[in-house]
């Protein structure tokens, strides 16, 4: 431990190190949905949920961004949330007060539902780096696979598109976490 770390500090760093080695081997493995091996490892990811309504644990299509993370944080020795929504990770183990790779980051989505911009849900993902006002995240059910991705911390994803072609989800940050 470095003189200026506290003993929490030095276990987030490790934790954070831990289920992130985890998340980058499942990029690796080319988890995606539609394909026989991604769909069970989808399926094993959302077993970690145990709020999902009756059949959504058995289809690759119900939103798993939060359960990906639940897999990789009990791979890693930890508890997750036991939740399939994104949101319920800004009141999961601490606020980060040094985002690094790893580190939990959390946000709510909106969308324009013809009266302004209305929660439609969130998303997570383990930060891989900070650029500006953007973050370069590792996550699950990004493009339906576990994929690298550019999210704004505050602001409209650009390449998310409307019926109509309006660029539609807004995300706002709730937080950076780390492990309890």
């Known amino acids: ?22 998340a980058l081997a499942e990029e690796q493995a080319q988890v995606r ?15 970690t949920c145990g709020d999902l309504e009756d059949g959504e644990g058995e289809r690759d299509d119900t939103p798993w961004c939060s359960a990906f993370l639940n897999w990789c944080v009990m791979q890693a020795g930890f508890a997750g949330t036991d939740s399939g929504w994104a ?6 183990g601490r606020e980060d007060p040094q985002p690094g790779p790893g580190t939990i980051v959390v946000w709510r989505r909106s969308r324009d ?9 969130g998303h997570v993902a383990f930060l ?10 590792l996550g699950g059910n990004q493009r339906d696979a576990v994929c690298r991705r550019d999210y704004p911390l505050h602001g409209f994803l650009a390449d998310t598109v409307d019926r109509a ?9 709730l937080g950076f976490r780390t492990a309890p």
């Open 1 to 22: 431990m470095m003189d200026d770390e506290t003993p929490g500090q030095e276990l987030s760093a490790a934790a954070k190190a831990r289920w992130l080695a985890i």
């Open 33 to 47: 949905e539609g394909h026989a091996p991604g769909t069970e490892r989808i399926l094993a990811y959302l077993a």
């Open 87 to 92: 949101t319920s990770w800004a009141r999961w």
């Open 113 to 121: 539902l013809g009266n302004g911009l209305e929660p439609v849900g």
């Open 128 to 137: 891989l780096e900070r650029r500006g006002d953007m973050v370069h995240v």
């Open 165 to 173: 072609g309006e660029v539609s989800d807004h995300y706002e940050l």
